[in-house]
């Protein structure tokens, strides 16, 4: 049995180049792979290789937890924050 998660299936790791510490909204594990990466994982998901797409997502708020690790990646939280409007 095979699995992925919807972020693999819709993000690359071009996202962690957004400046002014935006691209930190996406470093989770495992990290996100090239565009070219998805290709493959949609092949085995249209062909019965992966059987599953589901998530163990566990959000944090940018403000206050994500930006942690602007000074330091110690305690820095490995999940995509709760994006919302300022």
């Given at each position: 049995?095979?699995?992925?998660?919807?972020?693999?299936?819709?993000?690359?790791?071009?996202?962690?180049?957004?400046?002014?510490?935006?691209?930190?909204?996406?470093?989770?594990?495992?990290?996100?792979?090239?565009?070219?990466?998805?290709?493959?994982?949609?092949?085995?998901?249209?062909?019965?290789?992966?059987?599953?797409?589901?998530?163990?997502?566990?959000?944090?708020?940018?403000k206050?937890?994500?930006?942690?690790?602007?000074?330091?990646?110690?305690?820095?939280?490995?999940?995509?924050?709760?994006?919302?409007?300022?």
């Amino acid at each position: 049995m095979a699995e992925t998660c919807p972020q693999y299936l819709l993000l690359s790791d071009k996202y962690y180049l957004e400046p002014d510490f935006q691209g930190a909204k996406y470093v989770m594990s495992p990290p996100l792979r090239p565009w070219e990466s998805q290709e493959e994982l949609w092949k085995g998901i249209a062909g019965g290789a992966i059987q599953v797409v589901a998530t163990d997502h566990c959000p944090y708020n940018y403000k206050g937890q994500k930006d942690l690790g602007r000074e330091a990646l110690t305690g820095y939280p490995m999940a995509v924050p709760v994006l919302r409007p300022e």
